[in-house]
């Protein structure tokens, strides 16, 4: 079975500081991985998707993320972040042959102080 | 226009009560799903739909029907509302040609049951 792990619920990060929010899965064969970012009162909206190629995936808004295989990891990042990026985010895994069935984690909610 | 539409945006109603949730989509997806989210839960998978004559169950899917009246819409049904099932709705949609593919959620529907 499929799991997504978000360990940090919440983290505080002050204005054009530099962020990582941790993402693990557990599977027995390889997976797609996805960031989604979530603004109040809002839908869940892509940021960036691992399906091959390139481990390290660029995404909107300035956020990349990198896939380690061996930690199975897909950790996303951001070098200065702004007030806007204030929201929660979700890490997701799809595993190929399951019907495009997304597997979320807990979210993160990201807090930018000034 | 928002891709993915879901009605209503807020819902309170009582204990009970039989409630429709309704989304409806302009994209021309075939694939549509619905989740709840629950604080520190993330998105769990309540029903999906591949076409309009295909409908499968989620992980949570007791408490719940759907009904996929057209290509376009997908309606989650509470036949009889109790306050655990108190939370936020998602309607999702992705394209069918395969897990490689992310999904696209409406705004969500905020149900509170009394």
């Known amino acids: 079975a499929q799991s997504v792990t978000q360990l940090d619920s919440q983290v505080p990060v002050f204005e054009e500081a530099p962020v990582e929010l941790r993402c693990n899965y557990s599977?027995?064969?390889?997976?797609?991985l996805f960031w989604y970012v979530q603004y109040p009162n809002q839908g869940l909206q892509l940021l960036l998707k691992?399906?091959?190629?390139?481990?390290l995936v660029k995404g909107i808004n300035g956020f990349e993320a990198e896939f380690n295989k061996s930690q199975t990891s897909f950790h996303l990042r951001k070098p200065s972040v702004h007030i806007s990026d204030t929201a929660e985010y979700f890490c997701?895994?799809?595993?190929?042959?399951?019907?495009?069935?997304?597997?979320f984690g807990s979210g993160t909610k990201l807090n930018v102080k000034p | 226009d928002a891709d993915v539409t879901q009605t209503p945006r807020n819902r309170i109603t009582k204990t009970g009560k039989r409630i429709m949730l309704e989304c409806s989509q302009t994209?021309?997806?075939?694939?549509m799903y619905w989740y709840r989210q629950d604080p520190g839960l993330g998105l769990r998978l309540i029903y999906y739909?591949?076409?309009?004559?295909?409908?499968n169950k989620g992980e949570i899917s007791d408490g719940y029907s759907v009904s996929r009246q057209a290509q376009a819409k997908f309606s989650l049904s509470l036949e009889s509302a109790i306050p655990n099932q108190t939370a936020l709705y998602f309607c999702?949609?992705?394209?069918?040609?395969?897990?490689?593919?992310?999904?696209?959620f409406g705004d969500g529907t905020r149900l509170s049951i009394l």
């Open positions: 997701a895994v799809s595993v190929p042959g399951n019907f495009n069935k997304f597997y």
């Open positions: 739909s591949f076409d309009v004559k295909d409908i």
């Open positions: 691992y399906l091959s190629g390139s481990t």
């Open positions: 599977s027995s064969v390889s997976v797609y």
């Open positions: 999702a949609t992705s394209d069918g040609t395969g897990e490689r593919q992310p999904q696209h």
């Open positions: 994209k021309g997806h075939d694939r």
